[in-house]
């Protein structure tokens, strides 16, 4: 599955230190949405977006 325009930019923002586009990067992982579905890499993204203080990431992490 190739890297689509939208994900491309997601990676790059989440690895600059994004919390936004590290919450949605990881909610693509846990969807499977432009991904496959990687509930590991999902939680990775979400804990570092909770612990920047995102508060739908803290949310997130208090569920899962």
């Known amino acids: ?4 325009k939208h994900l491309r930019k997601l990676l790059k923002q989440a690895k600059m ?6 919450y949605q ?4 992982y846990q969807l499977g949405r432009e991904r496959v579905q990687d509930m590991n890499e999902a939680a990775f993204w979400i ?3 909770a612990e920047a203080g995102y508060a739908p990431a803290i949310e ?3 569920d899962y």
């Open 17 to 22: 230190g994004k919390p936004y586009a590290m």
């Open 60 to 62: 997130w992490m208090k």
């Open 47 to 49: 804990s570092c977006a």
């Open 25 to 28: 990067l990881g909610i693509c």
């Open 1 to 4: 599955m190739g890297k689509s």
